[in-house]
């Protein structure tokens, strides 16, 4: 049963978290990378739901069942009977006992996902898939605490379209399957929609897919890259394998690391095609996804690319492309099923990564600090006296509202992304990012490990007893700040004389929006309507909108227009002909657009509604620039019917080249 009522106080936990549960009983020794294979699911994959009679979940259900996927029942809290005609018990552990199930997929609310997916960790579920979005961060730093503790659970997602094998079909998620086709190719994803369209270019050409893993576009995912790498190595069903990254965290660089070993070890190794998304990203902004923005002292986009292409990855920058480029390297030959294709052990070792090696720009910049307030719509983002204030009334020592001139120090708290825990920031200069170190520690266990020497000695201070002493206040004083408000980024300086000067805090509003908490810092700051985020990109000399559904995507989108778009627009992997309208309204705002380029991907939007969406925002909105149409996916022909038949200015087109082509055209560029 999922127990809301036993949530920890998030304010209790502020100077000293409590332990975590040990819920597995395996040997000590065990630990979380042996769930690996559990991801290796297939057409004897049993799977149950959590909140199985919901709307959401009765609908996927219905059509996995459809497709071939061996759902066996789910849990309802409290709840028996039947439900689509299979049974419905009241919590997962008599699901489990009763149905044996070696997977569930958790189709709950995001405010109700932390209670569900550590009750499935409880019952020992070999396989838990999280699909929602904006489950408030701290939730998930509890749970993958508890998921370091044991050795039978492996957790996929949150934010996630879940995991999916075209071979044996099995879906535990909502990934668009008429998109799909039992083939050669493994594929995993952060972004939904880029995976969607790797999988429409690997059907068209011929090779099909074998096992995709959405990681999802979460900044603490329970599967990274790295993981369903070694995982999809000794998958006998995967000839090929397309990897799609965007910015945020190392984990391409992990993953250029695996490559690099994998190459170096294997004689005949699987070709690898890769795209990461975010080239042109705005310094500190959320650029769609959760986890989708970049850390002091993360890599760039382009850094990520140059990582993976110098291991031997080959490297597109667009999905569509993913297809003809690996048919080239496969060859012309069939595919067919293996039989007997069981893990033949998975490759577990995991760098951690304490630095990076890349120059950053600035975080700060003066134009970030200008606009991010104003566009952010996914967190909360306090600097200047409102974050000194906050800063000043949690900590016993003085800090100073003024910064002092000279060289400075960068003390604050983050999310280490590879460790998935919380993690010290420490650079022995507050401008240069790339002295920047992480030193983690456990979200519930909380500092008692924390190496305050080594974080002294990396801010080049001296070791005497007072200097510990106050380094160590400092600390607790942001840690207090990161618990109690449930932060994901607190930075400071660290003046010569050991004062905080300079806060700038970031702070998660899911936990205000989704949960209801955090009522006191978030009250008067608004967040986005309409399920729509828009962000402006600054240039004079930008003439083309954008509007594209799903972030990886829009991302993308901006990238093969380098200087050229004027914004950022996510719809949301769910766009409609109502959000399309709400889209043309914020793009055509901008005085500085004079062409529409729509680039859309009906994995679980229809192409024809989109289409029709655009018809209507001529109608409504009064269009008076030349837009250009790209619908690929589900319903597309129909889509492009609906263009071609409308009688106005615009132009419609499937391939992604040709409509890139034709919206630089109209731009005199």
Not at 191 to 198: I, Q, R
Not at 342 to 353: C, E, H, I, L
Not at 434 to 456: E, H, V, W
Not at 492 to 501: E, I, K, M, Q
Request: glycine share 10%; aromatic share 6%; net charge positive.
């Amino acid at each position: 049963m999922h127990r809301c009522a036993r949530y920890r106080s998030h304010a209790a936990a502020a100077s000293i978290p409590a332990l975590a549960r040990r819920f597995s009983a395996a040997p000590r020794l065990r630990g979380y990378a042996d769930t690996l294979p559990n991801l290796r699911i297939g057409e004897n994959t049993r799977v149950i739901f959590q909140g199985f009679t919901g709307k959401l979940a009765t609908a996927n259900a219905t059509e996995s069942i459809g497709w071939g996927t061996k759902i066996i029942g789910g849990v309802k809290p409290g709840g028996t009977g039947e439900h689509l005609g299979l049974p419905v018990l009241p919590t997962v552990r008599e699901a489990v006992e009763l149905l044996k199930p070696n997977a569930t997929a958790v189709y709950v609310a995001a405010h109700q996902a932390r209670a569900a997916i550590e009750e499935a960790i409880e019952a020992e579920v070999p396989l838990v898939v999280a699909v929602a979005e904006h489950i408030p961060l701290h939730d998930m730093l509890h749970i993958h605490s508890i998921l370091k503790t044991q050795s039978k659970s492996r957790l996929v997602g949150p934010n996630s379209p879940g995991i999916i094998s075209a071979v044996g079909k099995c879906r535990i998620g909502f990934q668009p399957l008429p998109c799909f086709s039992p083939g050669r190719v493994g594929i995993i994803a952060k972004s939904g929609t880029l995976s969607y369209e790797t999988v429409a270019s690997t059907t068209r050409a011929g090779l099909g897919q074998s096992l995709c893993v959405g990681v999802g576009g979460d900044i603490a995912p329970g599967t990274d890259l790295r993981d369903a790498l070694s995982v999809l190595e000794h998958d006998e069903d995967t000839d090929a394998i397309a990897l799609i990254g965007e910015i945020g965290g190392f984990g391409e660089l992990d993953a250029a690391d695996w490559v690099r070993d994998y190459r170096s070890r294997v004689a005949s190794p699987k070709p690898i095609v890769g795209l990461v998304a975010g080239i042109n990203e705005l310094p500190i902004q959320i650029m769609g996804h959760a986890g989708a923005f970049t850390i002091p002292g993360e890599p760039s986009a382009q850094e990520k690319i140059d990582a993976l292409s110098a291991a031997g990855v080959t490297i597109v920058n667009h999905p569509a492309k993913i297809g003809d480029v690996l048919k080239s390297q496969l060859g012309s030959g069939a595919w067919t099923k293996r039989p007997g294709s069981g893990p033949a052990g998975v490759n577990t070792t995991k760098q951690r990564r304490q630095m990076s090696t890349a120059a950053r720009r600035s975080l700060f910049s003066s134009q970030a600090r200008k606009s991010y307030h104003a566009q952010q719509t996914r967190s909360l983002y306090l600097k200047g006296d409102a974050a000194m204030s906050l800063l000043q009334n949690a900590s016993p020592v003085p800090c100073d509202s003024s910064s002092p001139p000279g060289p400075q120090n960068l003390l604050g708290i983050s999310i280490d992304r590879t460790s998935r825990s919380p993690c010290i920031l420490a650079g022995p200069s507050s401008t240069d990012p790339k002295t920047i170190q992480r030193f983690p520690f456990d979200f519930l266990t909380g500092l008692s490990t924390l190496p305050l020497p080594a974080i002294a000695s990396h801010l080049r201070l001296p070791p005497a007893p007072s200097t510990l002493t106050t380094l160590q206040t400092h600390i607790t004083t942001l840690t207090t700040l990161f618990y109690t408000h449930e932060a994901y980024l607190l930075t400071t300086s660290l003046s010569p004389s050991l004062t905080l000067t300079s806060p700038h805090f970031f702070f998660d509003d899911a936990a205000f929006r989704i949960a209801g908490r955090q009522t006191g810092l978030h009250s008067g700051h608004t967040s986005s309507s309409a399920g729509l985020v828009y962000l402006p990109l600054p240039g004079a000399s930008r003439t083309v909108g954008t509007l594209v559904n799903g972030a990886g995507l829009a991302m993308n989108t901006v990238d093969a227009l380098p200087g050229l778009a004027t914004n950022f627009l996510d719809t949301g992997g769910k766009a409609t002909s109502e959000t399309v309208k709400a889209s043309f309204e914020l793009i055509l705002a901008d005085p500085r657009v004079r062409v529409v380029f729509v680039n859309i991907f009906g994995g679980l939007t229809l192409g024809d509604m989109i289409a029709r969406g655009v018809v209507l925002a001529f109608e409504e909105v009064g269009v008076r620039v030349p837009v250009v149409v790209r619908i690929r996916g589900t319903r597309e022909k129909e889509g492009m019917e609906v263009i071609r038949r409308s009688g106005l200015a615009i132009e419609g087109f499937e391939d992604f080249e040709e409509a890139v082509g034709r919206v630089r055209e109209l731009a005199g560029r």
